[in-house]
């Protein structure tokens, strides 16, 4: 042998050595991007790599040959290498997945002889390799590169499938429970959390999410037993399946859960590597028996082929504390439900018999989340059914009708609203929004005198974004000319974070018949607490949180029913990007699933939560005082950008507080 390949021998151990580390690093790195971070294009990246590792690892069998190889024919070893690996390491995953793990619908005895017939066919093809290598030592050294493949791959395989023996597991499917402020996308990996108890008080609504992700289980249904607790009194529970929608914000792109489908107990689908939330939803009453209740939760596998299995048997607590939450909100709110899209997109016409049922149905479901719609009850105020909501006391607030030429019009609308001091009290006039230059000032101007002419002592919001501004060669202040015009005073959120405002606006808010409310749109974005569909769920509940600590009675809101740019189950930029996901559009169009009323979102959901906890925060306030209250507001949000993202730590502060005040009521 010439001495030169000689050498070449000798250093042929440390460089198999060198190779097999490197793939070693290479299948590790697999894991943590595959299993632990899910990044697919780094997956693919290192599928490339470990591909020209397994190629090197092939050339550096050449030298242990007789003969030597021309550049044809190496290339062409090195192409039926390729190919080989492919085949052996990508496809034994699938090979794994689909016969031992998912099943091929026969007895797990054929299901097995199909897996060891195809991985002896993969050894039969590495084996013909070693047809072309030149002499013993060269078959020889084919054989060991040949088992090398297999073991990479199945190796890898196993690394691959480890996760699935995960507790929670079963080795169907993995579950997880969560706050109904978390959010998970559907590629998301899932928290390990396998039990839930919930905290409530009497007439109020919490919420938890059951979070199912496939392993190998494609088809499930789930079910949900009775919540059972004192005397065997029921605790009512309604269930509802996640819907996803894409998001495109750059760094959180993906599919997150909003619009919440009533769940039947039907089949549900879930595609591989992907995850399925259900909303399920406690609401108690005034009566309901405080105590712990508890309801068995069942999830059973699917398959045409084989009897319904059930993969996952588990239990869920609840606790109902001896606080009572009023009927009516708090907190005032003004929430849009307004737009021809909304009758469009549900099939029916505005003036139709239908239209009004859809308007009523609506409204309806708004405010039995303790929210008033703004811009129209379901009747005019003029018609006698109105009369029933404008003197229920859940609802907080109602625009009036402004005819801008019709004067006996808008006295006849004004004259019937001041007719009752309970009716007069809520109304408001709307018409200027956000007045941000001179022309906006000027109609400002102009109608607010004209109401001040024929409406003495009426109620007005105008929202401002801005506090001060210049325009046509005038300085501007909006809390300074809505003085004495606007008593409904409603600013932008994130304007508490100007200097000086906060006390400017305390000193308006302070005067005689004043209302101090804020708002949020499709502003402010980040750092700032919204209610975007990419948003923790945490944000638009913290929202009230925030509220309480700045006195600020009432949250006004745009529209719940913007449909007009995009349909919603399409896309969730619903306001021009995906950086305002969902801005405008709290509520789905029911029609497309069926249903009469709307399909509500998580967001909304979130946000009624978020209201009774202003009704929490209100009545811990009657019994210990503010400054005792704010400590514990505190600890969640200590400015309007610096506050926590913990669903935890948020509930478990709202539970003490219920408990606090369980304790005072013994």
Request: proline share 5%; aromatic share 14%.
């Amino acid at each position: 042998m010439p001495k030169k390949e000689s050498r070449l021998q000798e250093w042929l151990p440390l460089g198999w050595a060198a190779m097999l580390c490197a793939m070693a690093a290479t299948l590790y790195a697999f894991v943590e991007v595959y299993l632990i971070h899910f990044n697919l294009r780094l997956y693919d990246l290192l599928t490339v790599v470990l591909a020209l590792e397994m190629l090197a690892l092939t050339a550096l069998t050449l030298p242990l040959q007789e003969k030597r190889l021309s550049l044809k024919g190496l290339l062409l070893r090195a192409a039926i290498s390729a190919v080989v690996y492919g085949l052996a390491f990508k496809g034994s995953g699938e090979i794994v997945y689909r016969f031992i793990f998912h099943g091929t619908g026969q007895s797990a005895i054929v299901s097995t002889a199909l897996y060891v017939a195809i991985t002896i066919a993969q050894v039969a093809v590495l084996a013909v390799l070693g047809l072309f290598a030149q002499g013993k030592q060269g078959r020889r050294a084919q054989a060991v590169f040949a088992a090398l493949v297999i073991l990479a791959a199945y190796g890898f395989t196993g690394l691959r499938l480890a996760p699935k023996a995960a507790p929670y597991f079963h080795s169907k499917i993995e579950y997880a429970f969560a706050l109904s402020t978390e959010k998970f996308r559907r590629e998301d990996n899932l928290p390990k959390r396998g039990e839930m108890r919930v905290v409530l008080g009497k007439n109020e609504r919490e919420a938890f999410q059951f979070l199912l992700r496939n392993g190998s289980a494609e088809m499930f249904r789930l079910e949900l037993g009775e919540f059972t607790g004192p005397g065997g009194t029921v605790l009512p529970a309604t269930v509802y399946q996640e819907a996803y929608t894409y998001v495109g914000v750059t760094g959180q792109e993906g599919l997150y859960p909003d619009a919440l489908l009533p769940y039947g107990g039907g089949t549900v689908h879930v595609p591989p590597r992907s995850s399925q939330g259900f909303y399920i939803e406690l609401r108690s009453t005034a009566d309901t028996s405080a105590g712990v209740y508890t309801a068995p939760l069942t999830v059973l596998n699917f398959d045409y082929n084989r009897p319904e299995e059930v993969i996952v048997q588990t239990e869920i607590t609840a606790e109902v504390l001896d606080v009572t939450f009023p009927d009516a909100a708090t907190s005032d709110t003004a929430i849009g439900m307004w737009g021809g899209w909304m009758y469009e997109r549900n099939g029916v016409d505005y003036d139709s018999p239908e239209g009004e049922a859809l308007r009523k149905a609506y409204y309806d479901y708004l405010l039995d989340h303790k929210i008033s719609a703004y811009e129209t009850l379901p009747y005019d105020i003029l018609d006698p059914r109105a009369d029933a909501y404008m003197g229920d006391p859940r609802v907080k607030s109602f625009k009036i009708p402004y005819p801008w030429e019709d004067d006996e019009k808008l006295l006849e609308y004004y004259n019937k609203v001041q007719s009752d001091p309970a009716w007069a009290a809520k109304a408001f006039f709307y018409e200027v929004d956000e007045p941000d230059n001179a022309d906006k000032v000027n109609r400002y101007m102009e109608m607010t005198e004209r109401l001040e002419r024929l409406c003495p002592g009426y109620n007005m919001v105008t929202p401002f974004y801005t506090w001060q501004f210049s325009d046509g060669g005038g300085d501007y202040d909006n809390l300074a000319f809505q003085d004495g015009r606007s008593n409904i005073i409603c600013p932008l959120s994130e304007l508490f974070d100007n200097p000086g405002f906060g006390e400017a606006y305390q000193k308006r808010a302070s005067e005689e018949g004043a209302k101090a409310w804020w708002y949020i749109c499709c502003g402010p974005g980040e750092p700032y607490v919204n209610q975007y569909i990419h948003y923790q769920g945490t944000r638009p509940r913290l929202l009230f949180w925030q509220q309480y600590q700045r006195g600020i009675t009432g949250l006004l809101y745009w529209n719940s029913v913007f449909w007009e740019q995009t349909d919603p189950w399409m896309s969730s930029a619903t306001y021009r990007t995906y950086e305002a996901s969902g801005d405008g559009c709290w509520l789905y169009p029911g029609a497309v699933y069926g249903q009469d009323g709307p399909v509500p979102s998580l967001r909304l959901k979130n946000l009624a939560d978020g209201l009774e906890d202003y009704d929490l925060l209100s009545m811990a306030e009657e019994v210990y005082g503010r400054d005792w209250v704010l400590e514990w507001a505190d600890k969640l949000s200590r400015s309007l950008t610096s506050y926590t993202h913990d669903a935890q730590a948020m509930d478990a502060v709202r539970v003490e507080l219920l408990r606090a005040l369980e304790g005072q009521a013994r």
